[in-house]
């Protein structure tokens, strides 16, 4: 089973329009943590925010903010009022609590999101 | 502060040969990590050093290696390359392991040919 499921493959969004970003994901671990990357045509991938899972508020960090429902395992990328340079591909990836004590998997990281503002 | 950099940005190597990747991490970070990216499989992740040690390893096969020298700047290697090790491979850094953001390199594009 995918532990990241972003489904939506394309968006197109007008520009200053809010765009909310799909993301669910699969553990049964308590402790994990999720982020979201931009990852531009150029290939540099962008952090943009993370989200703990015993965090109770929601993460947010400028025009960007992440939807947690912890009980729906859904971590939405929500960014305000968008620009022509949000244009790029977004990733959703997660880190299971395994990993801190080693012998795991690093960030695992959704199919991803490519996502088009139209002036 | 400098970004994590990686040479060098593009590679054409024939299959059969060898080839090292380097990745100089963000000043102060310990901990690297190596992602692969393909059109077909995304992003997978390969390894994580931290002080110099091996913490985790992705699914691949024993031609992929890497190592971190003790400046943490770190190097992976692909020996006897295949078709299929075409791809992005991106460098991350970050201050230690666990949750810690990672911050990406601009990646080294190798092709095969």
């Known amino acids: 089973a995918q532990k990241i499921t972003q489904t939506q493959p394309g968006m197109f969004v007008q520009e200053k329009e809010a765009v909310t970003l799909d993301c669910t994901y699969d553990?049964?671990?308590?402790?994990?943590?999720l982020f979201w990357y931009k990852q531009p045509s150029s290939g540099e991938m962008i952090f943009l925010i993370y989200q703990g899972s015993y965090d109770e508020q929601n993460a947010t960090e400028g025009r960007y903010s992440l939807n947690f429902q912890k009980a729906r395992k859904s971590a939405n990328l929500v960014i305000s009022a968008s620009q022509l340079g949000d244009s790029a591909m977004y990733f959703c990836?997660?880190?299971?609590?395994?990993?801190?004590?080693?012998?795991?998997?690093?960030?695992?990281f959704g199919k991803g999101t490519h996502l088009i503002i139209q002036p | 502060k400098a970004g994590v950099t990686q040479t060098p940005r593009y590679l054409i190597k024939t299959r059969g040969q060898q080839v090292t990747l380097s990745c100089s991490p963000i000043s102060g970070h310990r901990s690297v990590s190596w992602y692969q990216q393909t059109p077909g499989q995304g992003l997978q992740f390969l390894f994580e050093y931290f002080s110099e040690t091996q913490r985790n390893k992705g699914n691949f096969p024993g031609r992929f290696s890497g190592r971190q020298f003790s400046n943490s700047r770190s190097e992976m290697n692909v020996s006897t390359l295949e078709l299929g090790d075409s791809a992005l491979y991106l460098c991350a850094s970050s201050y230690g392991t666990g949750y810690s953001p990672l911050h990406f390199g601009n990646g080294t594009r190798l092709t095969v040919t």
């Open positions: 990836a997660m880190r299971e609590g395994k990993s801190t004590g080693g012998g795991a998997d690093g960030l695992t």
């Open positions: 553990t049964s671990d308590q402790s994990y943590g």
